[in-house]
């Protein structure tokens, strides 16, 4: 069995969706829900192990190999960092989906509520697995369809037009890939990334390679939201039910970047990606732009929820500044921080799913004082939030610790400066949060009568808000997987 | 529609030689154009002309609903069951070559034709649904 | 006990102090005796500290590694102790001081108050045992995190002014400029830890180096340079507890200790006193001392002045890192502990005027000595050492921190602190002397003043005491000032 | 290489061109759904396009013929069909929601109704 | 015949011819598939642009209304945006390999070849098509099936229940 991993790793999410669609019956749909995505869980656990002591995994799908014409699954360090991040997060946004969902939406639409959410995370699994172009492009579709679907569930109006804004900018995000794949495939004729790692290197004077390296490019940047293309995320994330906001924002576009991550070293190949296309140029001022932009835009919003949209924006911005560095420490950074920024977006959204199960609002005129009222929910959105600005001993503050060095050492310490500077920004946002939730009293309107949100929310939450704080005390294991995972990218060592 | 006797009488000819096209579709897949979608998509063109002619209520009477998300179900699980049942008899995942023990372009036949199935089942119930829930939701609303 | 524990329970002492306070916050005089015993405990165990240290048989104690290279460590060293005892002593005292201010003022929210002091107090004994920058930046972050909701206490729209004024300067410096200072340490030589000679001679050029002192000094606003002094009058609008045990010991000492020690342990004094900026900086740090007593002048708010009184004097001991020598180190050293003795004592005799007349401003306070003969007595004794001449402790600092100038051959700052010594002397005797000399206005005579609470008065008394004992006995101080150099 | 072989794709191109267009600037939200299949179903001519060897014929196999044209292609583009038409009920059955809600399919008065709220 | 078609769309107002063009565009693209021998996605497409996008449309248009609002008449922005794209792809089209070469690197690749000359005897299936659609390739079409499903579930989501209230979600904009 153990062979079979990979594949089990799509399939066991997969399968159950379509399960959970015909029991019809929300309780034991999640039931299913819950016992899926743990098994993922702990099957990415197995791939992480199996693949740090025998290095990357290959599986050939229907026995075909990749010459064969058949389709290949290869995981190697940096997959299966992903894989946790992904499936570490679905463990515990499920269980936290019943009660969150369960006040969100309607009970008849439950079960197709976690068949929707199910195929999501097999779809997003099935793009990190993947080792053929088209076939990421088939499991994005899969992920982005059912994302579309709930964040249409979301229950105010402007879900619907949140999550069809976010429909066409993803299919042309999608169309543009596939322009892109069909380029490489004209002129190589191979669809496997590592068959056109090899056969792109001849033609790298070839004026359709640029273009389709530029299509595929912006691709994937609409799915990732790179400023200027993030128009759809704001609203998604904000009209979204809670517990589709907190799964969504910690792992899509985590995923999307591990697509550009893979194109960008594997398929093209680092040197042409950086050297010849000089990607570092583009990305790196757009990257500035957006962390800065985007978290003043951040700075006034008066919805929570939006704000946080905004900042993930932002973070993204991050992340996509340490990969333009093109350095070590600058990818570790990047593949760090995706890791970080999942968890402590997710205990984010997830406390502020608590505040709407309660207040039916994220207004942050609705939230004062709420720090007495639901101190467990806010603790765990003040551990969030210090990891979001970074202070040590919170996950947040690795990150961009790696982040800086990687600056510093390009010599770019204009660079630093930015990214502390718009860490303080981070901090005006979150401390508008806690002076309104701790320091102002409660004007006995709208959440007068509300309570301490319901265990079965407050346990996900926390277990987020803990990992935020213990990888900030103890990083080892997160360097290990994303030092060995650019290690392995950059052709260094292993 | 559903008062005109012409439309219905040819209907109810026409459906079954269009299910029976479908079929042709299916299996002739190997050997000419056609497959398990384009199989469903006529399969559920059959059901939609059905509807259309003697009215959705006598449709959801014949293929209710929820019957019909069941099909579209269950076609997944078939094409993703024939990839686990190929793992469990010692292949890989969709490694049709093992469902035959003996002769490996057999199996490929068989589990070909058995993903097609899957493809040709999902395809028509979702289609129908699709057409459901489109066309219901104008009713209600009329 | 052994050691490394020993370390680890004093740094924790206070937090687990802080928690129980939390438990025992329905029970006010339970609460309050635990705050005085966690106190008296802490103090104690800082005080076995000593002997240890003496002998040399200490070492760092890693509590955890966070990644490569960046771990939780503790050390004790001379410096480090000697503002653990100053901090843990005075917390003692100023818990019995609260008691009575707190109570005698009527004040909301008193266990979330001592819950957040005891706090703070574990984040200074943290940086003052910190091994190395990050551990130092760590707790140096908790400190201003923790005092927010002091600082804040009231409520009021001005304290949440105040509150924004404090925090945003505190950490916008420390992660704008320090952060930045700790992360380039690290890139120019892969450690952070404090060694004795320094961890960056060297390893990149002087200007470079000019450039990260730089961000150091102005890094670590705590130390209240100019232009990155507007927190510390905003703060004064917490309780006075916390501006005398706080922003006139632990916090505003944090941020001088923490320059201290980046001049020491992580540039060196020899590497130091070469860099281009230093000359430039030292001014700076001059320029903070007379602004500050000037802008004290012109405060008529007894708690304003106070306040930029702290601003100047805190830049002697920016001014002695920044020196560079020997002499300047140890009158810096002795300065911290002179200072916090002396300032503690106005704040007390401040917040008892609050307390017992309701009075905060100079003006009004004519002729209330007569009243409060003790009060205004030890704000005397106070102003002597705050001004540097004996029978007070300032004495020796300013002593040692003049020889230091001189060896620096900065005659031009010895005129600097000589100018604002006599500009102190005129700003802080005005209030002892309105208090006895003038006679009161009309309308003070109609209530009833007399001295505040006891614990107040206990309090004040312990620090005056010691204000004066360490005149005739600096010897100890000294001492522990010797043993940085010494090994 | 003659300049009639690129005709052919870049006659696909500004096919591809005007559904992007009707997708972006079009404020009628189906006609957008519209524009999207224009420029999807153009990408697909282009792939098949590819796959074509002139003088070849349909690859299915045969004794009597030898050439044939590339079936990748067809595969890859029966998938995306599917895919796209997936996407356009989706989008289409958000546009009805979006009726219902709004009593509007055009973008710019459901964005000014947004804006009101 | 496309391009005419296709600017038809464009400019026209009323959504329900807007629809039928949009199966006879796909009708169209169906015979130049025929044409460039992919039987089997001209065959796929005229069953799914002509039929079930054409029934859709019309089913979302009784729903929706077909009027469209008067549109100004050209947008820069947009059209700026298309026409550099459109012209970095005609960039890209320089370098591509002739339309029709048999030793295009496609044709030549080994896939391609093992497709053509080993499937009749690994599968037995002489339509290569089907053969690499359900085996070589079984796992993306198994994608396919699941986006199939995903779309149903997705369809259902929205458009099951709820619907008596008429005007949606309307109430709880605020």
């Not at chain 3, 109609?446 to 360490?470: D, F, I, N, R, Y």
């Amino acid at each position: 069995m153990m062979a079979h991993l990979p594949v089990m790793q799509v399939m066991v999410p997969l399968l159950a969706a379509p399960l959970c669609a015909l029991v019809r019956n929300g309780r034991v749909a999640w039931g299913i829900a819950v016992a899926s995505s743990w098994a993922a869980f702990w099957i990415a656990w197995e791939i992480f192990q199996v693949v740090h002591s025998t290095g990357a995994i290959s599986y050939s799908l229907g026995g075909w190999s990749a010459s064969e014409g058949g389709i290949e699954y290869r995981i190697d360090t940096l997959g299966t960092f992903v894989l946790m991040v992904v499936t570490l997060v679905g463990a515990v946004v499920t269980p936290y989906a019943l009660e969150s969902v369960g006040k969100e939406v309607d009970k008849s639409k439950q079960a197709l509520f976690y068949a929707a959410f199910l195929l999501c995370l097999a779809g997003l699994l099935g793009i990190v697995v993947t080792g053929d172009m088209f076939n990421v492009f088939v499991f994005l579709e899969i992920s982005s369809l059912s994302a579309y679907a709930l964040i249409a569930l979301g229950k105010d109006r402007r879900a619907l037009r949140a999550s069809y804004q976010y429909l066409i900018m993803g299919s042309v995000g999608a169309t543009f890939i596939v322009i892109g794949i069909g380029m490489l495939y004209v002129m190589t004729g191979s669809l496997n990334m590592a068959n056109l790692a090899i056969l792109l290197p001849e033609l790298s004077s070839n004026r359709t390679i640029p273009v389709a390296f530029a299509f595929l490019t912006v691709g994937v940047c609409l799915k990732l939201a790179l400023f200027p293309l993030h128009m759809w995320l704001p609203n998604a994330y904000t009209f979204a039910p809670s517990a589709v906001t907190a799964f969504i924002a910690s792992t899509a576009t985590k995923v999307a970047i591990y697509v550009l991550l893979r194109l960008f070293y594997t398929v093209f190949g680092s040197d042409y990606s950086f050297l010849e296309m000089q990607l570092g140029t583009y990305l790196l001022p757009l990257s500035l732009i957006a962390i800065f932009s985007m978290s003043l835009v951040a700075i006034f919003q008066a919805n929570v929820k939006r704000m946080l949209a905004y900042s993930s924006l932002a973070q993204i911005g991050y992340i996509i500044l340490g990969i333009s560095l093109f350095s070590s420490t600058g990818m570790t950074a990047s593949i760090l921080h995706l890791f970080n920024h999942a968890v402590i977006k997710g205990c984010l959204f997830m406390a502020l799913g608590c505040v709407m199960y309660r207040l039916n609002s994220v207004e942050l005129d609705d939230m004062m004082g709420l720090g007495k009222k639901m101190p467990l929910t806010m603790g765990a959105f003040l551990v969030g939030g210090f990891g979001l600005i970074g202070v040590p001993f919170t996950a947040g503050f690795i990150s961009k610790w790696y982040l800086i060095q990687g600056a510093l050492e390009k010599g770019l310490w204009p660079v630093a400066v930015l990214v502390l500077l718009t860490s303080l920004m981070a901090v005006v946002y979150i401390w508008k949060v806690v002076e309104t939730v701790y320091f102002s009293e409660d004007p006995g309107s709208v959440n007068s009568d509300c309570s301490e949100a319901p265990i079965g929310l407050l346990i996900p939450t926390w277990t987020l808000a803990i990992l935020c704080v213990y990888f900030g005390i103890d990083a080892t294991l997160t360097t290990f997987g994303a030092s060995s995972a650019v290690a392995n990218l950059m052709g260094i060592g292993s | 529609m559903e008062s005109n006797p012409i439309l219905r009488i040819a209907t109810k000819i026409m459906t079954p030689y269009i299910l029976m096209f479908a079929l042709y579709v299916q299996f002739h897949g190997d050997y000419g154009p056609g497959g398990g979608f384009q199989a469903g998509v006529i399969f559920a063109a059959a059901f939609v002309l059905y509807a259309l002619i003697y009215g959705i209520e006598t449709a959801r009477l014949v293929l209710p609903m929820g019957v019909a998300a069941l099909c579209g179900a269950l076609g997944v699980l078939i094409y993703a069951g024939v990839g686990i049942a190929t793992m469990f008899l010692g292949g890989g995942f969709l490694e049709y070559g093992f469902l035959d023990s003996h002769d490996a372009e057999h199996g490929q036949h068989l589990g070909i034709l058995l993903v097609e199935l899957g493809v040709l089942t999902t395809v028509f119930g979702v289609m129908v649904v699709i057409f459901y829930s489109f066309a219901g939701r104008g009713r209600v609303e009329e | 006990m052994s050691y490394p524990l020993m370390l680890c329970m004093i740094v924790s002492i206070p937090f687990m102090g802080a928690g129980l306070i939390l438990l025992t916050g329905k029970y006010p005089n339970l609460r309050d005796s635990i705050s005085f015993v966690v106190a008296t405990i802490l103090c104690a165990s800082v005080y076995q500290l000593i002997e240890p240290l003496r002998q040399g048989s200490l070492h760092e104690v890693t509590l955890l590694e966070v990644t490569t290279g960046i771990s939780l460590a503790l050390n004790v060293e001379p410096l480090g102790l000697l503002f653990a005892l100053v901090a843990s002593f005075l917390w003692i005292v100023t818990g019995l001081y609260a008691v009575g201010y707190m109570r005698g003022h009527h004040e909301k929210n008193q266990t979330r108050f001592f819950a957040c002091f005891a706090i703070a107090i574990g984040g200074a004994m943290g940086v003052s045992f910190s091994a190395n920058l990050f551990t130092l930046f760590a707790f140096y972050e908790l400190l201003t995190l923790c005092t927010f909701p002091l600082v804040t206490h009231h409520g009021t729209p001005e304290a949440k002014r105040a509150g924004r004024v404090y925090l945003g300067i505190l950490l916008s410096t420390s992660v704008g400029l320090q952060l930045l200072a700790i992360i380039w340490t690290w890139n120019l030589t892969g450690t952070l830890d404090f060694r004795p000679g320094g961890i960056l001679g060297g390893t990149a050029s002087n200007s470079v180096l000019s450039i990260l002192i730089a961000l150091f000094v102005f890094g670590v606003g705590k130390a209240a340079v100019m232009p990155f002094h507007r927190w510390l009058p905003a703060a004064m609008v917490a309780p006075t507890p916390v501006s005398a045990l706080l922003h006139a010991v632990a916090v505003v000492k944090v941020g001088v200790f923490t320059i201290l020690k980046v001049a020491i342990y992580t540039f060196g004094l020899s590497t130091l006193s070469e860099l281009a900026s230093t000359p430039w900086l030292r001014w700076i740090a001059a320029v903070t001392i007379i602004l500050g007593s000037l802008v004290a002048f012109t405060k008529d708010n007894l708690k304003a002045r106070l306040a930029y009184s702290t601003i100047s004097q805190l830049s002697y001991i920016v001014l002695a890192a920044l020196l560079a020598n020997e002499f300047a180190i140890i009158g810096g050293g002795m300065h911290i502990a002179m200072h916090a003795f002396g300032k503690i004592t106005l704040f007390f005799a401040a917040g008892a005027i609050l307390v017992a007349a309701h009075k905060t401003d100079i003006s009004d306070m004519r002729g209330l000595g007569r009243k409060m003969p003790l009060t205004f007595g030890a704000f005397f004794v106070g102003s002597l050492s705050i001004i540097g001449v004996p029978p007070a402790g300032g004495a020796w600092s300013k002593w040692f921190l003049g020889l230091g100038t001189l060896e620096a051959n900065e005659q031009g700052l010895l005129a600097v602190l000589m100018l604002s010594s006599l500009l102190s002397l005129v700003y802080l005797l005005e209030v002892p002397v309105r208090a006895f000399f003038s006679s009161p206005s009309g309308v003070e005579q109609e209530t009833g003043v007399k001295e505040a609470p006891w614990p107040c008065l206990v309090a004040m008394g312990v620090s005056s005491g010691l204000t004066l004992g360490l005149f005739l006995f600096p010897d100890f101080l000294y001492e522990m000032m010797k043993m940085v150099f010494g090994s | 290489m003659s300049a009639l072989s690129f005709l052919n794709y870049w006659f696909v191109i500004i096919l591809m061109m005007v559904g992007f267009y009707v997708l972006i600037a079009q404020g009628n939200l189906v006609k957008k759904i519209v524009g999207l299949n224009i420029f999807q179903t153009s990408v697909f001519i282009l792939y098949i396009s590819a796959g074509k060897i002139t003088g070849g014929t349909a690859p299915i196999l045969d004794t009597q013929w030898s050439v044939y044209s590339n079936p990748l292609p067809h595969v890859l583009i029966l998938t995306a069909i599917v895919v796209g038409v997936a996407t356009s009920a989706l989008g289409l059955s958000l546009v009805v929601r979006i009726k219902e809600a709004y009593g509007t399919i055009e973008e710019d008065e459901i964005a000014q109704m947004d804006e009101s709220l | 015949m496309l391009a005419v078609t296709a600017l038809i769309v464009v400019r026209t107002q009323n959504l329900f011819a807007v629809a039928m063009l949009t199966g006879i565009y796909s009708l169209l693209s169906a015979t130049f598939f025929t044409l460039l021998d992919a039987v089997d996605v001209a065959f796929t497409e005229a069953a799914v642009g002509a039929g079930v996008s054409t029934v859709l449309m019309l089913g979302t248009l009784s729903l929706v209304g077909h009027r469209q609002k008067k549109q100004r008449t050209v947008q820069i922005v947009p059209l700026l945006i298309v026409t550099v794209t459109g012209l970095i792809l005609m960039y890209g089209t320089l370098d591509i390999p002739p339309f029709g070469e048999a030793d295009n690197p496609i044709h030549l690749h080994e896939t391609t070849v093992h497709y053509l000359e080993e499937s009749s005897h690994e599968t037995g299936m002489p339509n290569v098509v089907t053969s690499v659609l359900a085996s070589y390739r079984g796992y993306d079409t198994m994608g396919e099936t699941t986006v199939i499903f995903t779309a149903m579930v997705g369809v259902l989501l929205l458009m099951s229940g709820r619907k008596k209230d008429g005007t949606g979600g309307a109430d709880d904009g605020e």
